[in-house]
C-alpha cells in the first residue's frame, strides 16, 4: 500500500508504512536508495495475512501487525499490534437495528481454497438435514484467479446436488469484486438480518467481516484453528469456535435453538475495533518508540481515513506507481519509481532496466503456480 502515514516536516522524520506484500520489491531496491528514504521516513511494515519470517525486515523500524498474525522467533523490531480491522469507522454501522431477522447464518468471502467455502455449504446441509426451519445466507465474493473460478465450481456443485426442502433454505448471492461488488448499504443490511456470522477460514490477516459483525450485534463463530488474528477479540460469553467441520454443524444446531436471545443481542466489545480508538492506540506506540510529539500526531491523523488505509483501497497513490485498482506497489519496477519519486531521485536508466528484468522473469515464474493451485484444489 506504501502508506504515507506521516509526511517529513521540521526536519521530523515521515511515517511510511509498506504492506507485507510489497516487501520483497523494496528489498531488492538499491541499499543506497533505501538509506536514503530512511533517512527521511521511518518505515513501518503491514501484515495485513498471516506471515511467517525466518528473520527481521533489516530495514524496517517497526511491524505493524495485531497478535497472531505475525509468527518470527527472535526478533528487535518493535510491534504496535494493530490491524486493518481495528480501523472500522464508527459510520459503518448502521444506526438502524429493528429488522427482522430472517438469517440464522451469514458467510461473506471468496471463493479462495483457503476460506473453507466449500466446507462450510456442506456443514450448512447437514444442519437443514436436521434443523428445517433454519435459512442461510452466503455472500461469495468472486475474484478472477483460476483457483477461485475451478473451486467456485465445486460449491456450486454440491447446493445443486441438495434436495429442494434443503435447498431453499439456502439464499446463495455470487458477485464479482471487480466489475459488480455489492454496495455497502447492501452489505450492511445482510448483517442486520442476520444473527451470527460464521467464519470457517483456514488462514486470514484478521477479518474485517468480524469486527464488522460484531459491532453489528451478530455472534460469531470461528474456525479454532484458523491461523491470523481474527479470533483475537472474540467475546467467548455468546462466541463461539469449532476444532473441526464436523463439529460445526452441531454448533450451528444450538445457535438455532437460541435464536430469540440472539435476536436482542447487543455486542459489548465493540471499541476494539473502532478507528477512534485504535488511533489512540497507533500514537501511544508511536510516541513512545519514535518520540513523535503528540498533539501533533493527533492533528495529523484527525482527518486520515485509516479504514481502507490498510487496506490499500484509497487510491491516494498515482496510478503510474501502483496496479490501478488500489494502492499496492506490487512489481519492482514501479517500486523503484516512487520510492526514487518519494525521495526526489532521478530515476536511472539501468536500474529502471533491471527492475524491469525482474519484473519479467516474475511473471515467467508465475506460470509456473498453475500446478500448484490445481493441486491445492484437488487436496482441499
Same mark, same amino acid.
Given at each position: 500500500?506504501?502508506?504515507?502515514?506521516?509526511?517529513?516536516?521540521?526536519?521530523?522524520?515521515?511515517?511510511?508504512?509498506?504492506?507485507?506484500?510489497?516487501?520483497?520489491?523494496?528489498?531488492?531496491?538499491?541499499?543506497?536508495?533505501?538509506?536514503?528514504?530512511?533517512?527521511?521516513?521511518?518505515?513501518?511494515?503491514?501484515?495485513?495475512?498471516?506471515?511467517?519470517?525466518?528473520?527481521?525486515?533489516?530495514?524496517?523500524?517497526?511491524?505493524?501487525?495485531?497478535?497472531?498474525?505475525?509468527?518470527?522467533?527472535?526478533?528487535?523490531?518493535?510491534?504496535?499490534?494493530?490491524?486493518?480491522?481495528?480501523?472500522?469507522?464508527?459510520?459503518?454501522?448502521?444506526?438502524?437495528?429493528?429488522?427482522?431477522?430472517?438469517?440464522?447464518?451469514?458467510?461473506?468471502?471468496?471463493?479462495?481454497?483457503?476460506?473453507?467455502?466449500?466446507? @462450510?455449504?456442506?456443514?450448512?446441509?447437514?444442519?437443514?438435514?436436521?434443523?428445517?426451519?433454519?435459512?442461510?445466507?452466503?455472500?461469495?465474493?468472486?475474484?478472477?484467479?483460476?483457483?477461485?473460478?475451478?473451486?467456485?465450481?465445486?460449491?456450486?456443485?454440491?447446493?445443486?446436488?441438495?434436495?429442494?426442502?434443503?435447498?431453499?433454505?439456502?439464499?446463495?448471492?455470487?458477485?464479482?469484486?471487480?466489475?459488480?461488488?455489492?454496495?455497502?448499504?447492501?452489505?450492511?443490511?445482510?448483517?442486520?438480518?442476520?444473527?451470527?456470522?460464521?467464519?470457517?477460514?483456514?488462514?486470514?490477516?484478521?477479518?474485517?467481516?468480524?469486527?464488522?459483525?460484531?459491532?453489528?450485534?451478530?455472534?460469531?463463530?470461528?474456525?479454532?484453528?484458523?491461523?491470523?488474528?481474527?479470533?483475537?477479540?472474540?467475546?467467548?460469553?455468546?462466541?463461539?469456535?469449532?476444532?473441526? @467441520?464436523?463439529?460445526?454443524?452441531?454448533?450451528?444446531?444450538?445457535?438455532?435453538?437460541?435464536?430469540?436471545?440472539?435476536?436482542?443481542?447487543?455486542?459489548?466489545?465493540?471499541?476494539?475495533?473502532?478507528?477512534?480508538?485504535?488511533?489512540?492506540?497507533?500514537?501511544?506506540?508511536?510516541?513512545?518508540?519514535?518520540?513523535?510529539?503528540?498533539?501533533?500526531?493527533?492533528?495529523?491523523?484527525?482527518?486520515?481515513?485509516?479504514?481502507?488505509?490498510?487496506?490499500?483501497?484509497?487510491?491516494?497513490?498515482?496510478?503510474?506507481?501502483?496496479?490501478?485498482?488500489?494502492?499496492?506497489?506490487?512489481?519492482?519496477?514501479?517500486?523503484?519509481?516512487?520510492?526514487?519519486?518519494?525521495?526526489?531521485?532521478?530515476?536511472?536508466?539501468?536500474?529502471?532496466?533491471?527492475?524491469?528484468?525482474?519484473?519479467?522473469?516474475?511473471?515467467?515464474?508465475?506460470? @509456473?503456480? @498453475?500446478?500448484?493451485?490445481?493441486?491445492?484444489?484437488?487436496?482441499?
Amino acid at each position: 500500500m506504501a502508506y504515507t502515514l506521516l509526511p517529513p516536516q521540521n526536519n521530523n522524520k515521515g511515517i511510511l508504512i509498506l504492506k507485507h506484500l510489497e516487501v520483497q520489491y523494496f528489498t531488492a531496491l538499491d541499499k543506497k536508495l533505501i538509506e536514503r528514504l530512511k533517512k527521511e521516513y521511518i518505515i513501518g511494515v503491514y501484515f495485513g495475512f498471516y506471515s511467517k519470517l525466518s528473520k527481521d525486515i533489516w530495514w524496517a523500524d517497526f511491524y505493524l501487525s495485531a497478535d497472531n498474525v505475525l509468527k518470527i522467533k527472535t526478533t528487535s523490531v518493535p510491534r504496535i499490534p494493530l490491524n486493518g480491522f481495528n480501523f472500522i469507522d464508527k459510520n459503518e454501522i448502521s444506526e438502524v437495528d429493528n429488522l427482522d431477522k430472517k438469517y440464522d447464518f451469514l458467510y461473506i468471502g471468496n471463493s479462495q481454497t483457503r476460506k473453507n467455502l466449500l466446507q @462450510f455449504v456442506k456443514a450448512c446441509k447437514y444442519l437443514l438435514e436436521r434443523v428445517e426451519s433454519s435459512n442461510i445466507l452466503i455472500v461469495n465474493r468472486l475474484g478472477n484467479s483460476i483457483e477461485e473460478k475451478l473451486y467456485v465450481r465445486r460449491v456450486r456443485n454440491v447446493l445443486q446436488s441438495m434436495n429442494s426442502s434443503t435447498r431453499k433454505n439456502i439464499t446463495y448471492i455470487e458477485s464479482m469484486t471487480s466489475s459488480n461488488p455489492l454496495p455497502k448499504d447492501v452489505i450492511k443490511q445482510f448483517y442486520l438480518q442476520s444473527r451470527t456470522l460464521v467464519i470457517p477460514s483456514r488462514a486470514e490477516g484478521a477479518a474485517r467481516v468480524v469486527g464488522e459483525a460484531s459491532l453489528n450485534n451478530l455472534k460469531v463463530i470461528s474456525y479454532q484453528k484458523m491461523q491470523g488474528g481474527t479470533n483475537n477479540h472474540l467475546n467467548f460469553e455468546i462466541d463461539e469456535t469449532f476444532e473441526s @467441520f464436523e463439529q460445526l454443524p452441531d454448533i450451528m444446531e444450538q445457535t438455532v435453538r437460541n435464536r430469540v436471545c440472539l435476536s436482542e443481542y447487543v455486542s459489548n466489545n465493540k471499541s476494539c475495533y473502532l478507528e477512534d480508538v485504535s488511533k489512540k492506540v497507533l500514537i501511544e506506540h508511536l510516541v513512545k518508540l519514535f518520540f513523535y510529539e503528540r498533539d501533533n500526531l493527533e492533528q495529523q491523523f484527525s482527518s486520515q481515513n485509516f479504514y481502507n488505509a490498510f487496506s490499500s483501497h484509497l487510491n491516494l497513490i498515482k496510478s503510474e506507481f501502483t496496479n490501478n485498482q488500489t494502492d499496492e506497489v506490487l512489481s519492482f519496477s514501479k517500486m523503484y519509481l516512487y520510492i526514487s519519486y518519494l525521495t526526489d531521485v532521478k530515476p536511472s536508466f539501468l536500474h529502471l532496466i533491471k527492475a524491469r528484468s525482474s519484473d519479467a522473469f516474475s511473471k515467467l515464474n508465475r506460470i @509456473f503456480i @498453475f500446478p500448484k493451485t490445481l493441486i491445492k484444489l484437488i487436496i482441499s
